[in-house]
């Protein structure tokens, strides 16, 4: 079933979740890259603000972080994906997933997925 296409805004039927290709560097660590080597893929998806905070942060500096609510039909969301927004209306924007994705039944068969996202600036 899922959500119905027109919840969806026109500026935000074009999000591409990023997955990471991951490396290792010279101490075998791993390292995660979010450039030309990530997995993309554009899906549609309603974004709705949940909550805004200005903390100082430790070095004295001020930063400017935003929680989001996802709602959408696209279920491949995993633990280290980024989103990519680049019809925001302030200009291009990334988000860090933040939390584990929540699906959401519809009786006994899934009907859409909820996660939250973070973006921070400052």
């Not at 990471?20 to 603000?49: I, K, M, S």
């Not at 925001?88 to 994705?101: F, K, R, S, V, W």
């Amino acid at each position: 079933m899922g959500l119905p296409e027109y919840l969806f805004p026109v500026s935000q039927r074009a999000l591409v979740r990023v997955r990471p290709a991951e490396t290792a560097n010279a101490y075998n660590a791993a390292v995660l890259d979010y450039g030309e080597a990530a997995d993309r893929v554009e899906f549609a998806g309603r974004f709705e603000q949940e909550t805004t905070d200005q903390p100082e942060g430790k070095d004295g500096r001020n930063m400017f972080t935003q929680r989001w609510l996802l709602f959408s039909n696209y279920t491949d969301i995993r633990e280290n994906d980024r989103l990519e927004w680049a019809e925001h209306p302030n200009g291009a924007t990334i988000y860090e997933l933040d939390g584990p994705p929540e699906f959401v039944n519809d009786q006994d068969a899934l009907h859409h997925l909820e996660t939250y996202w973070r973006k921070i600036a400052g």
